[in-house]
């Protein structure tokens, strides 16, 4: 027994289109992103960079292995970095 032939999807008629919110989120302000950033980040800025995936695994091995965050360990070499070029060390 034959199963029957599906028809064509492109002679369907379209779907009707869904209205969209008209409501905006307001932009956020300077005091309102600093509600939203952890305390521990406030007056910070990020400084990224790009590692050879072999390293990044090695220091994540490395923060479990001294029960420490990578952040504190990237704190400290950046400080390193910074005592070794006769910086002050203010990371």
């Known amino acids: ?3 029957p032939k599906r028809g064509s999807l492109f002679g369907a008629p379209a779907a009707p289109e869904r209205e969209e919110p008209t409501a905006t989120l307001p932009a956020p302000t ?3 992103r600093s509600a ?3 305390p521990s980040r406030e007056g910070k800025r990020a400084v990224t960079f790009y590692v050879d995936p072999t390293a990044a695994k090695q220091l994540s091995r ?3 292995d001294e029960d420490t965050s990578v952040q504190a360990l990237m704190v ?3 400080n390193d970095l910074f005592a070794k070029r006769g910086l002050h060390r203010i990371a």
């Open 36 to 38: 939203i950033r952890a």
């Open 76 to 78: 400290e070499a950046l």
């Open 30 to 32: 300077p005091a309102s």
């Open 62 to 64: 490395l923060s479990v």
């Open 1 to 3: 027994m034959a199963k």
